[in-house]
């Protein structure tokens, strides 16, 4: 059963999805074994491990633009990597990703409506909802009711309707969740993805500068 799925989705997704293992980066390289495992997420429709992986990545990724942008992104010598890094590894490290979001704004790292989207809608909806397991943001969008039918089964031309509340029943939760994260992982990894390509453009735009004016 496993097999045929795995057959199945590969066959269905790869092409869809096949650019994204192109990704190359002279700063983020570290990023691309995450980026990988995300897009096998999304081959294999994976779509929950696929939304908490590409958490992980858009958190790392604003701490180590925060880092980069304080040591500068050309290359430097091994033997110095200790004491170029400690400091602005110790500083933003820890971070959470509500201080790291603000701090990328300021340093013109982001841009402010790539500060609104992370901050008011990613943070609070994939980032709490998904990592920190909290249905109430991700089911925010859906109304306090909905209408359900229980069926008999010695009379299943009896319904009966009942109105629920889809947000508080763990089961219909689950489902709920399922279809979000179905809907939205692709968006949200294609967003998180591009993301890095122009981060990356201003960190070395910002730095060439900063290079041509002390020479």
């Known amino acids: 059963m496993f097999e045929k799925n795995f057959n199945d989705c590969l066959d269905k997704n790869f092409e869809k999805y096949s ?78 990703l509500s201080n790291t979001i603000e701090l990328c704004n300021k340093q013109c790292l982001i841009t402010n409506e790539e500060r609104d989207v992370l901050f008011d809608i990613i ?48 089961a219909i939760q689950a489902v709920h969740i399922d279809n979000v994260a179905k809907e939205i992982s692709e968006q949200y990894f294609s967003y998180v993805f591009d993301l890095i390509g122009k981060i990356e453009g201003r960190l070395i735009e910002q730095h060439n500068k900063t290079f041509i004016k002390k020479h």
């Open 19 to 96: 650019k994204f293992f192109d990704f190359q980066s002279n700063i983020f390289f570290e990023l691309e074994t995450s980026i990988f495992e995300v897009n096998k997420c999304q081959i294999l429709e994976l779509h929950k491990a696929s939304i908490t992986l590409t958490n992980y990545i858009l958190e790392r990724l604003l701490k180590i633009a925060l880092i980069y942008n304080e040591t500068g992104v050309e290359s430097k010598p091994v033997e110095e990597w200790d004491s170029i890094f400690e400091a602005p590894n110790d500083k933003y490290g820890s971070k959470p």
């Open 123 to 170: 943070r609070v909806s994939m980032r709490n909802g998904f990592s920190h397991a909290d249905s109430s943001k991700i089911l925010a969008s859906l109304p306090d009711k909905t209408t359900m039918y229980l069926v008999s089964l010695s009379n299943p031309s009896d319904l009966k309707e009942v109105q629920l509340d889809p947000k508080i029943m763990p």
